[in-house]
């Protein structure tokens, strides 16, 4: 029995590692979305749009091991908690990976245009919401509810920055409409950014979830 419940805590640990790697694909697909905008880089805009095949596969995987270790370990109280947790838990991450995908096809379609307006907020942005992925999912496997609630706050300022990007965005395309079709992409873009901030909240919130048990809203 302690052989059998070492082996199951030894695939719980797996699949933590597991789902930190697929953080880690999604964090540079981010990174790699805004770098190609800023550098009118298509090949690597089609990157990032490949590696979310591998991001969705990852998904797949960690779900199919998360049923697994349900039906043949039966697991109770805080172990089956956490194994529902990191099955939800990579939805975020897919869809997070769905928005750095978005992002790059964005880029395709601003291609080799100069950016009607300079976009610095836009890579300022991105730091923040990759950082707050990479420190949500720290967050998560130590169990720690104060770096969670901390992270999740800093969700105000991705917030902020959208809403500044998109009147900045609506003020150039008021005055030239010849600036419409890539404003439009901008503001898509921008708020994709603001997206992945949500879904790395929502971790956050998973994260209180796990420790204690009660579900609760972070801003």
């Known amino acids: 029995m302690e052989e059998s419940r070492k ?12 789902m930190l790697k697929m953080g880690s694909i999604v964090g540079e697909s981010i990174s790699k979305s805004i770098e190609a905008l800023m550098k009118k880089d298509v090949k690597l805009a089609d990157q990032v749009i490949r590696d979310d095949d591998i991001i969705d596969d990852y998904e797949l995987d960690i779900e199919e091991n998360c049923t697994r270790l349900i039906a043949l370990q039966q697991p109770v109280a805080i172990d089956l908690r956490k194994i529902i947790v990191i099955s939800k838990l990579v939805t975020d991450l897919e869809r997070i990976g769905d928005n750095a995908s978005n992002i790059a096809h964005r880029v395709k379609d601003i291609g080799d245009q100069p950016l009607i307006k300079e976009m610095q907020d836009l890579p300022g942005m991105k730091d923040i919401v990759v950082q707050q992925l990479r420190e ?11 770096k969670a609630k901390e992270v999740a706050a800093r969700d105000k300022k991705v917030n902020q920055l959208d809403k500044q990007i998109n009147s900045e965005l609506l003020n150039v395309m008021e005055n030239d409409c010849a600036t419409i079709e890539q404003g439009t992409s901008l503001m ?8 992945i901030g949500d879904h790395s909240t929502n971790i ?7 420790k204690t048990g009660e579900w609760t809203e972070l801003e």
Do not use: G, P, Q, W
């Open 136 to 146: 949500s999912l720290e967050a998560f496997v130590n169990m720690d509810i104060e």
């Open 204 to 210: 956050c919130e998973r994260t209180v979830y796990m």
């Open 188 to 195: 898509f873009i921008s708020r994709f950014l603001e997206r």
């Open 7 to 18: 082996s199951f805590h030894d695939e719980l640990k797996n699949l933590e590692k597991e």
